[in-house]
């Protein structure tokens, strides 16, 4: 059984930081690629970042996140970070941590259909 518990949500004002961390356990967490996603009241669930197996070397970032925020994963802490950094009123949305079967030894992925574990979620909000 694979469980992802993230923390690190909040409120925060434009322009700020936070940072999101998911613990999983249940599975060699270091094989698979992992993924953060958002989704805001009344809209789709939408990829932000992933990262894969091997770390940093190879992740993949959403256009409208790209610069701003950085994934990064501690195997030997089975834990996936996502740093937010220079928030915008935009960025607000429930932010989700994800893997899947399919994701072992995988690049990062922007495709939600190879994620079947998902997270509770985490609220972020970004005040103007």
């Known amino acids: 059984q694979v469980r992802l518990v993230e923390s690190g949500g909040g409120l925060v004002q434009a322009g700020g930081s936070l940072r999101l961390s998911c613990a999983a356990s249940g599975r060699t967490f270091s094989q698979y690629t992992m993924g953060w996603f958002r989704q805001a009241p009344g809209k789709e669930r939408d990829f932000v970042a992933a990262i894969s197996w091997s770390g940093s070397s190879s992740t993949l970032y959403a256009d409208s996140v790209k610069g701003r925020f950085t994934i990064s994963r501690d195997n030997a802490k089975n834990t996936v970070y996502l740093q937010m950094n220079s928030l915008k009123p935009e960025d607000t949305a429930v932010y989700y941590c994800?893997?899947?079967?399919?994701?072992?030894?995988?690049?990062?992925?922007?495709?939600?259909?190879?994620?079947?574990?998902w997270g509770q979620g985490t609220q972020v909000t970004v005040s103007s």
């Open positions: 994800a893997t899947g079967g399919s994701l072992r030894w995988f690049p990062p992925s922007l495709d939600t259909s190879k994620y079947d574990y």
